[in-house]
């Protein structure tokens, strides 16, 4: 049932979402050392074990794929069948996010890395029915410098391709105060902001990004469901949780599903959406997670369409998009 229905993905990383098959093509096409050219193997290699024992674990995965993410041809056709992918499951809309610094190693500019990915996207969109945005990623462990930077040569993409700024990475506590020249800049610019926070550390950092950031959506931000001060303000203010189950318990940010707090926000009135995070590195797609969510809370379609029309209306997309989108439901 759940792979009929329309879909929007709002939380979902490039680089953790890159087919086992095609690191394989790309490192023999532009002759990329790989540990082993074995499909199998490599998806062993970057999907993440059973035994992950935390998010830091977790990211190490992350490595592989970007050794192969490093020319503009490589980040056109993940960014495309990323979309073709998601297509295949009827997603109708997705923001894809991803961090312009790690992609610099074969010598492209950050206006070339960023112009790929959206070549990929509108490639996808002539193609398929689905439509797509970039979200721009400031890694955390990475210096202010290279975040400006990311910010600056963002803006002339801005409305055309790329939408919002992110905060992602290893998250220590109280990271907000670090970053918030770089979100003052974006915010100035007209970026919309989603910051990643809630997950590996206190809620304390939900509360900073919103009140020090502005952020208008919390990547994870699970954490809340401990700390009332950070449960109120993301209720009062309507800020728009991206929930990512599957990840978030391979990540012992929750323990295991049947403690997982996506349902008890939604019937809150807390917004949330359903996202993969990383669709190779999780091993998941929408539609299981999706359905993973139905089987363990009961979830109903009616309760489907009330968080597929919320989450139209938390995408950093086009009021044309969002009219589009409404349509299939």
């Not at 209306?313 to 589009?324: N, P, V």
Request: net charge negative; charged share 30%; proline share 2%.
């Amino acid at each position: 049932m759940a792979r009929k229905l329309p879909k929007i993905e709002l939380h979902c990383h490039l680089d953790g979402s890159v087919r086992a098959s095609t690191i394989i093509d790309i490192a023999k096409a532009e002759n990329i050392e790989l540990p082993s050219y074995d499909e199998i193997e490599i998806k062993n290699m970057v999907e993440v074990s059973p035994n992950c024992t935390s998010l830091d674990e977790y990211l190490k995965k992350f490595e592989l794929p970007n050794k192969i993410m490093q020319s503009k041809e490589s980040l056109e056709r993940i960014t495309f069948e990323l979309l073709e992918d998601a297509a295949n499951e009827n997603v109708k809309y997705i923001e894809v996010r991803f961090a312009p610094q790690l992609h610099t190693k074969g010598g492209l500019s950050f206006e070339e890395i960023i112009q790929s990915v959206i070549n990929g996207i509108k490639k996808a969109e002539n193609i398929y029915e689905i439509k797509g945005n970039v979200i721009l990623s400031c890694v955390k462990f990475m210096d202010i410098e290279s975040g400006l930077l990311v910010v600056e040569e963002g803006r002339k993409f801005l409305n055309k391709g790329v939408v919002a700024i992110d905060l992602a990475g290893a998250e220590e506590e109280g990271f907000a105060n670090k970053f918030k020249c770089i979100i003052d800049k974006a915010r100035e610019y007209g970026y919309r902001v989603t910051i990643h926070a809630g997950e590996a550390a206190s809620a304390q950092n939900v509360i900073d990004a919103i009140n020090l950031l502005g952020a208008e959506r919390i990547g994870h931000g699970v954490r809340i469901q401990n700390m009332k001060e950070a449960y109120d303000l993301v209720k009062a203010k309507g800020i728009v949780l991206e929930m990512c189950p599957t990840s978030n318990i391979q990540t012992k940010a929750i323990n295991n599903f049947n403690k997982y707090p996506l349902f008890d926000f939604y019937k809150d009135d807390i917004s949330v959406t359903f996202n993969t995070d990383n669709r190779t590195v999780s091993n998941i797609d929408l539609t299981n997670e999706i359905e993973l969510i139905f089987k363990n809370f009961k979830m109903n379609e009616k309760d489907y369409k009330n968080i597929y029309l919320k989450t139209i209306d938390a995408t950093f997309a086009d009021t044309e998009t969002k009219k589009w989108l409404k349509a299939f439901i």
